[in-house]
């Protein structure tokens, strides 16, 4: 049985040549079984600030995930961003303005069907693209990304994008503080 | 690449068992070190009486006693206490604390983990504390915590960004996100041509090392920034309802962060391990390399407890105004000036 298992996972590799990366094969089984138990908990919980706490879970997965792929800058980023800011802020939101403790009530069920068809529709588009753009892609074992070189890379090669998405934070950060001051 | 270079070849898990047990000593020994030298000696020197004097010479086993009498108490719950997050927040704090240690170099091969992202690893996972501590305020399903945890929050997510951008000279001058390369820096730099004491960067960066201290001292909630625990306010903040256990966690997790910002401060602005006229590559600074690193720990937190004993605490307008409108504008001055300067020398 556990064999077999191991035989299962292993058979996720896709990597050619005699060499089988099985501690990074049961990490990924492990990481990914706990993300999507905490996922399916996310949705399906009846309380809003563990919703919160279960998101977190998954967003520390990805972030596990994105260290077996030896991609640390971009982990660490998922860390800084999503749960350092993003879950924080969900969280100080929901506290200031619900303040309420213990369960809510099931305020949310009322769309789920529209929320079911939008998850299935995003999956499908994204791992459809995913998948059309990496087939025959090929992880280097040898030299995962490093950190100068993402920025060598975001300062030659990506300048334009770089430079676009800073205008606009730069744009959605100025809108907000018109939208926060609009009474005064 | 054994951790105090061994005559023998340690394999890959042995040094990580190493490494892992010498990260519960890095956490737990400035902790009590900081508790016992600062909080229970210093402070009653500045107050003109003795502190504990009945436990061992001087007091000093009085720890010991602390943690005794802390082990001892019932494990009380709120009735309307929501107890998975309530029990779960302490240790999310401790979490934030483990993982931030493990950025520390005490040598040339005396490091926990050593990779190429680790500033930006320590100022992700200092972060995640702030998780725990809004755990700890809502789960206690009591007003005062809850008022506590949202101060606590904002403060935390306020002074992140001057102590970002406060390392963020530091990097610009080193030319690397990698703490170890970063000390190296400091080792191997000269002032004006002269080499004697390598290059510190608390000479060129001494802005950012003030900016870095006020915002470690607002990011471990002591006062003159304790606000989130206001005594006289909102009793406790979010540790009204915690006991025994687990408040030790939340006190440890408290003074075990104290020490790791102070040594990541004397790691960024003071050299870290590196002690000058010494060669940086000798094998003498894997065990040389944590006395010296502890030695500067001290001296910087000696500066965040004197500030702690000194000031009374700000109002939280206050506070927040220094953070955006005195702080960051002058991390981002700083960087300014060191980018300019770095393309120009």
């Known amino acids: 049985m556990i064999s077999l298992f191991f035989a299962q996972i292993q058979g996720l590799d896709p990597l050619e040549g005699s060499e089988v990366l099985v501690a990074q094969n049961v990490f990924f089984a492990l990481i990914a079984l706990v993300m999507v138990l905490a996922a399916l908990k996310m949705v399906t919980t009846e309380n809003i600030v563990h919703a919160a706490l279960y998101l977190v879970i998954v967003l520390a997965g990805a972030a596990g995930m994105f260290i077996l792929l030896g991609a640390e800058f971009i982990a660490v980023t998922q860390i800084l961003v999503y749960i350092g800011a993003i879950i ?20 949310f069920r009322e769309r789920s069907q529209m929320a079911v068809l939008v998850a299935v529709l995003i999956v499908t588009v994204t791992s459809g693209a995913f998948i059309d753009s990496f087939r025959n892609t090929e992880l280097s074992r040898e030299m995962p990304s490093t950190t100068a070189e993402i920025g060598d890379m975001i300062f030659s090669q990506f300048i334009i994008p770089f430079e676009a998405i800073s205008v606009l934070l730069l744009a959605a950060l100025i809108g907000s503080v018109v939208i926060a001051r609009r009474d005064q | 690449m ?47 009486r003795l502190g504990p004097m009945e436990a061992g010479p001087y007091g000093s086993l009085q720890l010991l006693a602390e943690v005794g009498k802390f082990l001892q108490k019932e494990d009380l719950f709120p009735r309307a206490a929501d107890r998975v997050v309530f029990k779960a927040a302490p240790f999310v704090v401790l979490a934030s604390t483990f993982l931030l240690v493990l950025v520390l170099p005490a040598g040339p091969d005396a490091w926990f983990i050593n990779i190429d992202t680790g500033v930006f690893l320590a100022l992700a996972v200092s972060s995640i504390s702030v998780i725990g501590i809004l755990m700890a305020g809502w789960g206690s399903a ?40 970063i000390v190296l820096a400091q080792a191997n730099g000269e002032i004006f041509g002269w080499g004697g004491i390598g290059n510190p960067f608390i000479i060129t960066q001494f802005l950012g090392f003030i900016i870095f201290l006020v915002a470690i001292q607002a990011e471990l909630t002591q006062p003159p920034f304790d606000m989130p625990v206001a005594e006289s306010e909102i009793v406790t903040g979010y540790l009204t309802e915690y006991t025994g256990m687990r408040f030790l966690l939340f ?80 991390s981002l001055l700083n960087i300014v000036v060191t980018g300019v300067l770095k393309v120009m020398f």
Do not use: C, H
């Open chain 1, 88 to 107: 924080v802020l969900f969280l100080f939101g929901i506290m200031l303005t619900k303040g309420s403790f213990g369960a809510e009530e099931g305020e």
């Open chain 2, 2 to 48: 054994t951790v105090f270079n061994l005559a023998i070849e340690l394999a890959y898990w042995q040094q990580t068992v190493i490494r892992s047990v010498l990260a519960l000593v890095a956490v737990l020994l400035p902790a009590g070190t900081l508790v016992y030298l600062y909080l229970f000696k210093m402070m009653s020197f500045m107050q003109s």
């Open chain 2, 142 to 181: 009591s007003k005062y915590s809850l008022i506590g945890g949202l101060r606590a929050a904002g403060q935390l997510v306020a002074y992140e960004l001057p102590l970002v951008l406060a390392v963020m000279g530091v990097v610009i001058q080193a030319g690397t996100l990698n703490v170890q390369e």
């Open chain 2, 251 to 330: 006190f440890i997790g408290e003074f075990a962060t104290a020490g790791i910002f102070s040594a990541l401060a004397a790691t960024f602005f003071l050299g870290g391990w590196y002690f000058p006229g010494l060669d940086p590559t000798d094998n003498l600074f894997n065990l040389l390399g944590p006395v010296v690193l502890i030695g500067k720990m001290l001296l910087v937190s000696f500066l965040i407890f004197w500030f702690r004993f000194t000031y009374p605490r700000f109002r939280e307008d206050q506070l927040q105004q220094l953070a955006w409108k005195v702080l960051v504008p002058l």
